[in-house]
Every structure is written in structure tokens, then in C-alpha cells.
């Protein structure tokens, strides 16, 4: 009898997990609609651009205290000042050419509530810089109960945001493994 409630339990695992992977951590392709969602319903987008336009990218974490900066120099990456190895990179640059959210929570966040999110402070800061001049700056909360995403707000909008995990999670990486390119012995 253990037996089966253990199998029961592993079916039921497996199940979330999928759902998980498959809907709630890549964003959706905008030339089709989510499962589920109408045809007619647009993806939120939080984000559009070419990452040839990008020159810099500022993170910050508040706890632990890190940041790191990659910067575009004469058609390199650099990490801090050290070349950036691009394979490693490319996943977050691809990421934020089209960065999309999962929902819009909340229209106008009320400032006192920010702090529920951990978005006051936040716990990371995203700064994208422009060749343009333009700049995004985005803070990024806490994760979702669920796991399913971050709380998210972009600066000079109102709106609370659930962003998908990837982007965030690729921040997290960045600042834990900075992407340096390994050098010839």
C-alpha cells in the first residue's frame, strides 16, 4: 500500500514539474497565443529591443550586497573591465530583446505596499543602458509564493508586474559565475 502512495505521489510530482517547465518559465511566442488564452489576447511586454543596441548592463543585488557591469567595447563584451565569454552571456542578451511579463498584477502599485514584494528595497536592480542614450531601469522583488516568477516594476510605470523566472534567474546567475572568457594556457 506505501508502495502505490509513493508512486501516486511521484505521478503527481512529475505533473507539476511539467506544468511548471512547459508554461510558467519561457514566455510565449508572440506569433501564437498561450494555451488557454484567446487569439486575440497581446502579450505584456515589458521590453523590446536589439541587443546589438545595448551598451551596458547594471546589476545590482541588495543581500547578499554584489553587482556587476557588462559593457560593449568595440564589438566585445566585458565583464567589469574583463572580456565576457559570449556563449555564456547570449542566453540573457537574446532574453531581453523581446522581455515579456506573465501578468500584470496590479495597474498602481500603491508605494506602501512595495515593501510586501521586496521591491523596497528591491532585491535586484536591472540598469540597461542604450547606444541610443536611452535607459530601462527595472526592480526586481522577491519570487512568487509558487516559484512561478519575480515581482517586477519598470521605472516611470505605475503597474506591479509577474516577470518570468529566465531573465531573473539569468541576473542571479550573472552576478553568482560573472561570464568571463576562459584564457589560453
Do not use: C
Not at 503527481?12 to 510565449?28: D, H, N, S, W
Not at 551596458?56 to 550586497?65: G, L
Not at 552576478?175 to 572568457?181: D, S
Amino acid at each position: 500500500m506505501k508502495n502505490l502512495y509513493t508512486v501516486m505521489a511521484v505521478v503527481v510530482l512529475v505533473a507539476l514539474a511539467t506544468y511548471v517547465l512547459i508554461f510558467e518559465r519561457e514566455p510565449i511566442d508572440p506569433a501564437k497565443p498561450s494555451p488557454g488564452a484567446s487569439a486575440t489576447s497581446a502579450p505584456i511586454l515589458l521590453l523590446t529591443l536589439k541587443k546589438a543596441e545595448l551598451q551596458k548592463i547594471e546589476v545590482d543585488q541588495n543581500a547578499p550586497a554584489r553587482s556587476v557591469v557588462l559593457e560593449q567595447k568595440s564589438g566585445k563584451w566585458l565583464v567589469d573591465g574583463q572580456v565576457a565569454d559570449l556563449n555564456l552571456i547570449d542566453p540573457l542578451l537574446n532574453s531581453l530583446e523581446y522581455w515579456q511579463a506573465a501578468n500584470v498584477l496590479e495597474p498602481t502599485l500603491n508605494p506602501a505596499q512595495a515593501g510586501t514584494f521586496k521591491l523596497e528595497p528591491p532585491e535586484l536592480i536591472l540598469r540597461l543602458s542604450l547606444v541610443n542614450g536611452q535607459s530601462h531601469s527595472f526592480k526586481i522583488g522577491s519570487r512568487t509564493p509558487t516559484n512561478s516568477g519575480f515581482y517586477l516594476i519598470k521605472e516611470g510605470d505605475p503597474a506591479l508586474y509577474l516577470a518570468y523566472i529566465n531573465i531573473p534567474e539569468e541576473l542571479i546567475k550573472l552576478l553568482e559565475q560573472p561570464p568571463l572568457a576562459k584564457t589560453a594556457k
